[in-house]
Antibody, heavy 126, light 108 residues
């Protein structure tokens, strides 16, 4: 069955760095775009970043652009999120999720996530 | 970046029908997908596309859309439907994505 397993979370001081991983199994990892989504304690879901199936394209939310880097190693079926210059407001559970598209005959494609990991908690605190 | 706005909370009597709405300019061009999230758990996809349900999602969940508004309807709500629900779609600026603000559904 499909599994996405995040790891690498923990407690880190403001300004420091952390790298998250998301290990995939049960899917042909190299054929799908994958996203990072986060959720601050008691708050809603926030889209963070996406990487294309081959790693050639990456996009980021304004809140993390320039500080976070999404990457992947298709030979290891693993997604990464390098988080630098961490802030208190980056404290959240971080999820990886598989990107899918629903396309109409008119050519419009609407995104959705069909599989999610269980999340890994990042706490930024002094 | 655009926003997707949802009512913060709704309640529904057991067995009755509840509709959750999601409003945003980006919904004029794209269907929203909908996610159910229970405390301490990862989100679960309940609806994608026009009104498609993944395997295992009960048919009491359905969706519709009109203009800049997407709706998720639970017909005959059950106790296990009590959860937070989020819509999701592309941002109006391409290659960015956005979640709705979330709706807490309470089943009375």
């Amino acid at each position: 069955q499909v599994q996405l397993v995040e790891s690498g979370g923990g407690v880190v001081q403001p300004g420091r760095s952390l790298r998250l991983s998301c290990a995939a199994s049960g899917i042909t990892f190299s054929t799908f775009s994958i996203h990072w989504v986060r959720q601050a304690p008691g708050k809603g879901l926030e889209w963070v970043a996406v990487i294309s199936y081959d790693g050639s394209n990456t996009y980021y939310a304004d809140s993390v652009k320039g500080r976070f880097t999404i990457s992947r190693d298709n030979s290891k079926n693993t997604l990464y999120l390098q988080m630098n210059s961490l802030r208190v407001e980056d404290t959240a559970v971080y999820y990886c999720a598989r990107h899918r598209r629903y396309c109409t005959g008119g050519g419009s494609c609407s995104p959705y996530f069909d599989y999610w990991g269980q999340g890994t908690l990042v706490t930024v605190s002094s | 970046s655009s926003e997707l706005t949802q009512d913060p909370a709704v309640s529904v009597a057991l067995g009755q029908t509840v509709r959750i709405t999601c409003q945003g300019d980006s919904l004029r061009g794209y269907y929203a997908s909908w996610y159910q999230q229970k405390p301490g758990q990862a989100p679960v996809l309940v609806i994608y596309g026009k009104t498609n349900r993944p395997s295992g999602i009960p048919d009491r969940f359905s969706a519709s859309s009109s203009g800049n508004t997407a709706s998720l309807t639970i017909t005959g709500a059950q106790a296990e439907d009590e959860a937070d629900y989020y819509c999701y779609s592309r941002d109006s600026s391409d290659n960015h994505y956005v979640f709705g603000t979330g709706t807490k559904v309470t089943v009375l």
